[in-house]
């Protein structure tokens, strides 16, 4: 796991934002649990997430998306790095206009925060019947509960995005959605099952 570490390493020392330990165990187990097979995740940053997940288990595929092109050749070395090119496909392109077809187990989205409710309805199609949809940063350091955290507009702006967005989620017709206050916030949405 020296790998790993020097990952979070690299991370912590470049500021790249990787999902929190508690939120990474939390989905690797659910991962493990529930039997998925095929992760699809928006936003690849350093690889970090895409490879905790291929490493639940050696029969776990990931195709992940980034479109930051510094990020995204850093992901490829620490893919490699771990011997996970065969099972993690990085593609490098915007999410918001990648055409991934198939379907997936499990979609991971994690990428630009304003644009959380632009990838659900665009990759939902990509979502298997009994699969779930992952989303990360709810909590966005404690300040969507508590904006008055911050007095910065722009932040202030995207905390009312990811309100929106919780909003959007606990009003779908068609699926439901759990919250867990793990890491820095995450729900699970799934589908209903039909009458």
């Known amino acids: 796991m020296g790998e790993i570490l020097e990952i979070k390493k690299y991370a912590k020392e470049n500021h790249v934002p990787i999902m929190q330990d508690e939120g990474i165990a939390f989905l690797c ?3 493990r649990t529930h039997s998925v097979k095929r992760v699809l995740e928006i936003g690849t940053a350093i ?3 895409a490879i905790m997940f291929a490493s639940t288990s050696p029969d776990v595929e990931v195709v992940t998306i980034e479109r930051d092109e510094t990020l995204f050749k850093e992901a490829l070395v620490n893919i490699q790095k771990m011997k996970l090119e065969d099972r993690i496909q990085v593609v490098f392109e915007d999410a918001l206009t ?3 077809t198939g379907k997936f187990d499990l979609i991971f989205i994690d990428a630009a925060k304003s644009q959380y409710q632009k990838f ?3 990759y939902q199609e990509n979502l298997a019947d ?4 992952v989303t990360d940063n709810l909590s966005f350091h404690g300040m969507v509960e508590h904006p008055e955290l911050t007095q910065n507009r722009n932040t202030r702006q995207l905390i009312h995005k990811i309100q929106d967005y919780i909003e959007f989620l606990k009003n779908l017709e068609d699926y439901e959605t759990t919250f867990y206050s793990l890491g820095d916030g995450v729900s699970v949405t799934k589908k209903k099952p039909k009458n």
């Not at 009994?130 to 949809?133: A, P, R, Y």
């Open 98 to 100: 990648a055409n991934i």
């Open 47 to 49: 690889g970090y997430s």
């Open 29 to 31: 187990d659910y991962i």
């Open 120 to 122: 659900f309805l665009k």
């Open 130 to 133: 009994d699969g779930v949809i």
